[in-house]
């Protein structure tokens, strides 16, 4: 069991699969992209047109496909790109080139699992929610189509924390990502030099 934790990687070898994952990122990015200029959707579209009653970027919660479209654009895929450059940069600029090869995986699958999650959550929110105040529906009836639509309540009681689901996967994927952060913080500062 030791020996997971005693493997290394070169920093350079984890900053290709950074790079890797945001090229991916920008790609899966492409695909939000055109789902989000389908006029039919409502997304931006005026109202009265495409039988849009309203649009999602100035109705709640429509506005949090937005937001959870734009979190993804800065953490998911500038985010990505970002570790790639320090550990690159802390390969050539600071000698740092040996890292954890466990913490290593688990910080990339954290930090990815984490921010598409969340920002998956956010966007669904959006989604559903917007997409039944664009079509005329009221608030109330858009409330109730996000908890029950996304992720149905695990508890019947209205006071019990489990009874509105989409916050608590929200919270989960947010606590997932953070963590993902923290190790490769932790990961970078204790990463060596080859010749150490």
């Not at 939000?32 to 109705?59: E, K, R, W, Y």
């Not at 996000?146 to 929200?170: C, G, H």
């Amino acid at each position: 069991m030791m020996n997971i934790f005693s493997r290394t990687t070169k920093t350079t070898d984890l900053a290709r699969r950074f790079l890797a994952l945001g090229t991916f990122n920008v790609v899966l990015s492409v695909v939000f992209t055109a789902v989000i200029l389908d006029p039919f959707l409502c997304v931006s579209v005026s109202p009265g047109q495409f039988g849009c009653h309203d649009n999602m970027v100035t109705s709640w919660p429509g506005t949090w496909l937005f937001i959870g479209y734009f979190t993804w654009l800065i953490v998911g895929v500038l985010g990505a790109f970002g570790w790639a450059a320090l550990y690159y940069l802390g390969d050539t600029l600071r000698g740092k080139s040996e890292i954890n090869a466990f913490f290593s995986r688990v910080h990339v699958i954290a930090f990815e699992v984490g921010v598409l999650g969340a920002t998956a959550c956010m966007a669904a929110v959006g989604y559903v929610g917007g997409g039944v105040i664009a079509t005329g529906g009221g608030a109330a009836v858009a409330a109730e189509a996000i908890s029950l639509d996304i992720f149905p309540p695990l508890s019947n009681n209205t006071a019990s924390v489990f009874n509105d689901m989409p916050v608590i996967v929200e919270a989960a994927f947010i606590v997932v990502a953070l963590l993902g952060i923290l190790l490769g913080v932790l990961n970078y500062v204790s990463a060596k030099s080859s010749s150490q």
